[in-house]
């Protein structure tokens, strides 16, 4: 995320220029669009009572990344484990392929495939991947040691690795 300088924005406008990256990332942890906006509405509702300890701390922005990434969780907890996933589809078996229509289908695939990970561990992998967080931050939004998070990390990437050559040698 950003910084927006600390101290020269109220509220309002840290949410004006912030909101859309908050609800990118809590679209990449939660995979819904509505589930990803009542995220962030929650995690700003939280953040506003304590917002004028919050507007000149050099932890800001992270406290805020760690605030929506919680309601994400808390939102999948709610929403409970048995939202389908979609069958990911079999992807072409060449090698290169010049049209560029399948780059955007291998990124719906691994978003696809990010979407049937665990919530903690999506969360990780967004966070590294997606907000270029080192692990230590990754911790940090979670709320766990960053030993916890290369575990998440770890996990996912191993589990997407294993699905991804299942689906391989499905075609």
Same mark, same amino acid.
């Given at each position: ?64 990344? *760690?605030?929506? =990434?919680?309601?994400? !969780? &808390? /939102?999948? %907890?709610? @929403? ?69 998070? *290369?575990?998440? =990390?770890?996990?996912? !990437? &191993? /589990?997407? %690795?294993? @699905? ?8």
């Amino acid at each position: 995320m950003a910084a927006v300088p600390n101290g020269e924005l109220g509220f309002e406008g840290f949410i004006r220029i912030s909101s859309d990256r908050l609800l990118r990332l809590a679209f990449l942890v939660t995979g819904n669009w509505d589930d990803a906006r009542d995220a962030v509405q929650d995690a700003l509702e939280g953040v506003l009572p304590r917002w004028s300890r919050l507007a000149d701390s050099d932890k800001r922005d992270a406290y805020v990344r *760690r605030c929506v =990434v919680n309601a994400c !969780l &808390a /939102t999948i %907890r709610r @929403r409970g484990r048995s939202r389908p996933v979609a069958e990911p589809q079999l992807l072409p078996q060449a090698k290169v392929q010049a049209d560029p229509a399948w780059a955007i289908v291998n990124a719906d695939e691994a978003w696809r495939l990010c979407a049937s990970l665990p919530a903690p561990q999506r969360a990780a992998v967004v966070l590294r991947f997606y907000q270029d967080l080192s692990f230590a931050e990754v911790g940090a939004a979670l709320g766990c040691p960053e030993a916890t998070a *290369r575990s998440h =990390v770890h996990r996912a !990437l &191993a /589990t997407l %690795r294993v @699905r991804l050559e299942e689906g391989q040698s499905d075609g």
